[in-house]
């Protein structure tokens, strides 16, 4: 019996000896982010008919 305890004993403090260690560690540097973005846009303004003969009917009103 006291071979078996002692041998299963033995056998748990090899697993935990087998263990392995995890570490999180902050980087030296900071993180960069290269962006190629191109942004195309189109914009529409539908106007009123009113604005649009009020714009037609005074040209220098801008």
């Given amino acids: 019996m006291q071979k078996l305890m002692l041998s299963s004993c033995i056998g748990l403090l090899a697993l935990a000896a087998c263990q ?3 570490q999180i560690l902050a ?15 189109e914009v529409r303004v ?3 008919k009113e604005v649009e003969d009020l714009i037609s009917g005074n040209p220098d009103l801008f």
């Fill in 46 to 48: 539908r106007l009123d």
């Fill in 27 to 41: 980087p030296d540097k900071p993180t960069e982010i290269i962006l190629n973005v191109k942004i195309d846009q």
């Fill in 20 to 22: 392995p260690k995890v």
